[in-house]
């Protein structure tokens, strides 16, 4: 499949995908607030299109155990590589920004990292709480790897409590192997329904996500739907893929946002899940708190 010519004018953007850049200095003081504390966040490492719109509204999505993944997904933006050791001091860290922003619903995401021994759940699950002990009112998604198919990291994670357990599938099961770097479609589903299983009867939801446009069909969609139905997940996301330079994987085409809708409806009404973000623009935290069904900051 061949790169498309970023200049030509097929390649344009539509109107649908053009963002507002307005309001520099709330986006300026998160973005100050994170570098003092020495975070990261996958609104900038993914580089988001509702980085804007969210850091407005002074919300974002924390990434931690540093800003360099282990992996290379033919999708991602994030940095990848050999990462740096773990920083001790991000739990309170992120707590604190956490507080200072005045978030009541905090989104926990992470690069993987391959090179620990438990793909970094104990620190996750220790930023979960560092939240928890600064205000325990405050909602928490987490949304870590696969951590490899250990189910035990998996484990270490929810026993901290979070609100909600999201692990994105991605794509569909034909285009996995090609834009996944050593993610598997089974593995991703069998994380997704041991968090289920262990989570429902604590009250914590189960999440997951999809980007359309890398060349699925419309019959693949409808089997990933059915799958994640059938790990017990609740909440899923759906949104534009959208390619982070030339040498990534191409964009196969941009939907439509009626396609959005009526890929949302379906998802609702056919597929049972209890909420679905569907939009162009939509990313993995986008509106996370309105999904998780809590009252928004």
Same mark, same amino acid.
């Given at each position: 499949?061949?790169?498309?010519?970023?200049?030509?004018?097929?390649?344009?953007?539509?109107?649908?995908?053009?963002?507002? =850049?307005?309001?520099?200095? @709330?986006?300026?003081?998160?973005? +100050?607030?994170?570098?003092?504390?020495?975070?990261?966040? *996958?609104?900038?490492?993914?580089?988001?299109?509702?980085?804007?719109?969210?850091?407005?509204?002074?919300?974002?999505?924390?990434?931690?155990?540093?800003?360099?993944?282990? #992996?290379?997904?033919?999708?991602?933006?994030?940095?990848?590589?050999?990462?740096?050791?773990? %920083?001790?001091?991000? @739990?309170?860290?992120?707590?604190?920004?956490?507080?200072?922003?005045?978030?009541?619903?905090?989104?926990?995401?992470?690069?993987?990292?391959?090179?620990?021994? %438990?793909?970094?759940?104990?620190?996750?699950?220790?930023?979960?709480?560092?939240?928890?002990?600064?205000?325990?009112?405050?909602?928490?998604?987490?949304? @870590?790897?696969?951590?490899?198919?250990?189910?035990?990291? /998996?484990?270490?994670?929810?026993?901290?409590?979070?609100?909600?357990?999201?692990?994105?599938?991605?794509? /569909?099961?034909?285009?996995?192997?090609?834009?996944?770097?050593?993610?598997?479609?089974?593995?991703?589903?069998?994380?997704?329904?041991?968090?289920?299983?262990?989570?429902?009867?604590?009250?914590?939801?189960?999440?997951?996500?999809?980007?359309?446009?890398?060349?699925?069909?419309?019959?693949?969609?409808?089997?990933?739907?059915?799958?994640?139905?059938?790990? +017990?997940?609740?909440?899923?996301?759906?949104?534009?893929?959208? &390619?982070?330079? &030339?040498?990534?994987?191409?964009?196969?085409?941009? =939907?439509?946002?009626?396609?959005? %809708?009526?890929?949302?409806?379906?998802?609702?009404?056919?597929?049972?899940?209890?909420?679905?973000?569907?939009? @162009?623009? *939509?990313?993995?935290?986008?509106?996370?708190?309105?999904?998780?069904? #809590?009252?928004?900051?």
């Amino acid at each position: 499949m061949a790169t498309p010519d970023p200049k030509s004018k097929q390649d344009r953007l539509p109107p649908w995908m053009r963002v507002n =850049l307005k309001g520099p200095r @709330p986006r300026n003081e998160v973005r +100050n607030l994170l570098r003092s504390l020495n975070l990261h966040t *996958v609104c900038e490492g993914a580089r988001c299109p509702n980085l804007c719109e969210c850091w407005q509204r002074k919300a974002a999505t924390f990434m931690v155990l540093g800003d360099t993944c282990t #992996r290379n997904c033919k999708f991602c933006a994030v940095n990848h590589g050999q990462p740096l050791p773990v %920083d001790p001091e991000e @739990p309170a860290h992120v707590a604190e920004a956490v507080q200072r922003l005045g978030l009541r619903f905090a989104v926990i995401t992470c690069v993987t990292r391959d090179d620990l021994p %438990d793909g970094g759940a104990a620190h996750i699950a220790a930023t979960i709480c560092a939240i928890r002990e600064t205000d325990p009112t405050v909602g928490i998604e987490v949304l @870590p790897s696969d951590f490899g198919g250990d189910l035990a990291a /998996v484990d270490t994670v929810l026993a901290a409590r979070p609100d909600v357990f999201n692990h994105n599938l991605e794509t /569909v099961a034909r285009l996995t192997p090609l834009v996944r770097s050593h993610a598997t479609y089974e593995r991703s589903l069998a994380v997704l329904a041991h968090a289920a299983k262990r989570g429902h009867s604590q009250g914590i939801q189960t999440k997951s996500g999809l980007m359309l446009g890398l060349g699925e069909t419309a019959e693949e969609v409808r089997e990933a739907l059915a799958d994640l139905r059938q790990a +017990n997940v609740q909440i899923l996301t759906l949104g534009q893929y959208l &390619p982070p330079s &030339p040498e990534h994987w191409p964009r196969d085409r941009y =939907l439509t946002p009626e396609e959005f %809708d009526e890929w949302g409806r379906v998802a609702r009404t056919e597929y049972g899940f209890t909420a679905v973000v569907s939009g @162009p623009l *939509v990313r993995s935290s986008y509106h996370a708190e309105q999904a998780a069904h #809590r009252p928004e900051q």
